[in-house]
């Protein structure tokens, strides 16, 4: 055991993340409409059919399996689950709501009642034990008539409809929780529009034009949410979530690094600069227009993304990404894409292991924002074994987020400011990317298994009582 002083702000939120469509389960429960998560099935097959132009969004149990249909049943366990959460002695939850609980359709004018119910519920039992809620408003679960009837975020009319929304969930739990995020990894949209945006590219040439308009459509209703949201709740925090990876040049010939410092300013930068500064970036001109994008941007939409500048960032961060430009997009080397670095280990699943990559990261944040950072996932998605007494090893996983939080604290000495650290799926669940469960990541175990068996059991882990520890010190004890 090392330990170490801790550089970790007296009131730094610790804490653990998950996602509404990952591990509710209880699908067709609460009067819940259908949602993208619940369309698509389990297993490494989901990979190919996110990006499918053929995909077609109906349920296939004679082909398929669907995992999050009962997700780890946190819908019915939560209880359970928030005391093992408070065992731990989190500060913070960071959650998701579901929208399709919410509006079963998303176009509806009354909310669901029922829907709106059980996170009250949920929330009410965070606060007694005196977890601080961080809610997420969308993350990868648009409600499938949206996407099917309107194209999703090609739609501007999905503005009108995510603002009701934003604005019934505010209302209701205004007195509960304090720290929102708008959009899940919103430039993941620019990989996966499916998950992010809710429509197919068909054809990769065509792709730039209605993706950018989609984006325009989110950042509008980000911009209407974080202002909406200052308005009924006026001590609320509300920030942006980005999926942040950093972008190394494969080495020091000047093409690589150039191109690598574009792959960074598109990726990371783009979004994060519209919501912390409220207008576009100057560098996405050129872009838009070698791409031939011609944004429809009607009167007011560019005063309204000044008026919902947000709060502070958020971020995801798993692995850094190394490019090369004669590789361009290839994806050969990690799981975003790049050339593989010749210095780091991969994850079970490719995901390439580089802690110093996230001082880097919050680093670069900090410099371009200066605004206060929320580490909101990082983690290590691995397979566990249950010993035959029961008891679950998961070493790698401890040193995996001993070295990130190491690294984080570097980062707070370099005088980056930090809100908290949430590390993901606290508790096993559906994997997002692949639909699997034995990726897993939490600190409690789920027994269910890729082939839907499992008895739902959950245990705790060794990183369980590591995380503990943490958490008690503050980050002294590593
Ligand atoms: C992030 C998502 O991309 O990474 C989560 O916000 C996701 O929803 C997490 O679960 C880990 O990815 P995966 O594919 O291992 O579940």
Known sequence: METSKSVFPENFLWGGATAANQ??????????????????????????????????YTIDKSTYTYPNHEGIDFYHRYKEDIALFAEMG?????????????????????????GLKFYDDVLDELLKYNIEPVVTLSHYEMPLHLIKEYGGWRSREVITFFERYARTIFERYKDKVRYWLTFNEINSGLRIPMYGL?????????????????????????????????EIIPNSQIGCMILYAPVYAFDCKPENVMFALEEKRLFNYFCGDVHVFGEYPRFINRYFQEHNIKLDIQDGDLEILKQGKVDFISLSYYMSRTEEINNKGKGEGNMISGVKNPYLQ????????????????????????????????????????????????DDYRINYLREHIKAMGEAIQDGVEMIGYTSWGCIDLVSASTGEMSKRYGFIYVDKHDDGSGTLERKRKKSFYWYKDVIATNGEKL
């Not at 960071?94 to 669901?112: A, C, K, T, V, Y």
């Not at 950072?373 to 090893?393: C, H, K, M, R, T």
Request: charge should be negative.
């Open 198 to 230: 809710g429509f197919n590219i068909v054809k990769e040439e065509d792709k730039y034009q209605p993706t950018f308009q989609a984006f325009h459509h989110q950042f509008l209703a980000s911009a209407i949410a974080v202002k909406l949201g200052h």
């Open 23 to 56: 591990l509710e389960g209880g699908f067709q429960e609460g009067g819940k409409g259908l949602n993208l998560a619940d369309v698509l099935p389990g297993g490494k097959i989901r990979k190919t059919l996110r990006t499918d132009p053929n995909f077609d």
């Open 346 to 393: 991969a994850s079970d699943w490719g995901w390439e292991i580089d802690p110093i990559g996230l001082r880097i990261s919050l680093n670069e944040l900090y410099d371009r924002y200066r605004l206060p950072l929320f580490i909101v996932e990082n983690g290590l998605g691995a397979y566990d074994e249950v010993e035959e007494d029961g008891s679950i090893q």
């Open 90 to 114: 989190f500060k913070t939850y960071r959650m998701s709501i579901m929208w399709s609980r919410i509006f079963p359709n998303g176009d509806e004018l009354e909310p669901n009642e029922e």
